[in-house]
């Protein structure tokens, strides 16, 4: 397995906020779907979260970095782990990582994040410090209701990047995309576009209202040997456009 980091940009002020953490398989041509399906059904996807999380922390810690956030993402099997907080939490002294800079982020399923098991360990974690992101969301037929996504202690809404992808030809994308800002601003909430690869895409969320975007219009996922100074180097590309 690779890990690799992607920034995420802060639309208004163009500057780098937080970043990322994207797990490849080290395999040609293996999806990282079909990894993460495949350690959801073998049961090695909690040993792929520790895995993840250590590297991350580890490299980020080492890059002296840690005022910039890191994102990672969390199957929802890790939810159903009795001690996955402790873990994390075991992680984050052991690395000496705050844990208000860390974020973790879960496909859409609000509606049933509200029940149960999965609720629960999210209000341990968010106790800890770390911020959750509803990633991928609209891509759910049966979208959260803001009753849903109210119980749930989030801190930011991800677009699906499908839905960005074509938002200044699609209206029915482009309408999805500003109702999810609404959405999150009735909720406090942030909202993140990914998905972006064109100047054009770039220019409609930020005036559609959306507090960060992620793509590669700005920059790839690249290994920790690079992506510091990429970070250190960045100017975003809409400044030149902005004239």
Known sequence: MIVNYQ??????????????????????GQRISDMVKTAEQSGAIKRM???????????????????????INLSLRNLDEKD??????????????????LWFEIDEKAQQLTNGTWLARMQELAALGIRF?????GAELSQ?????????????????GPIVADSDSNMEHRGQITSAVQMARQLHLATAAKGI???EIASLVTRLGCTYGQGYFFARPLPIATVIAAIDAFKSPLESTSA
């Open 49 to 71: 979260a520790d895995e993840v999380l250590e590297v991350a922390l580890s490299e980020w810690r080492k890059a002296d970095r840690s005022r910039i956030a890191l994102s």
């Open 144 to 160: 959260a209701t803001l009753y849903d996504l109210n119980r749930l202690p989030i801190a930011e809404l991800k677009l699906d």
């Open 84 to 101: 996955l907080t402790k873990r994390v939490a075991k992680a984050l002294k052991k690395h000496h990582f705050d844990a208000s800079n």
């Open 7 to 28: 920034p995420v940009i802060e639309l208004a002020s163009g500057k780098v906020a937080k970043v990322e953490v994207l797990s490849r398989p080290d395999s040609p």
């Open 133 to 137: 992101s509803v990633d991928s969301f």
């Open 197 to 199: 690869e064109r100047t």
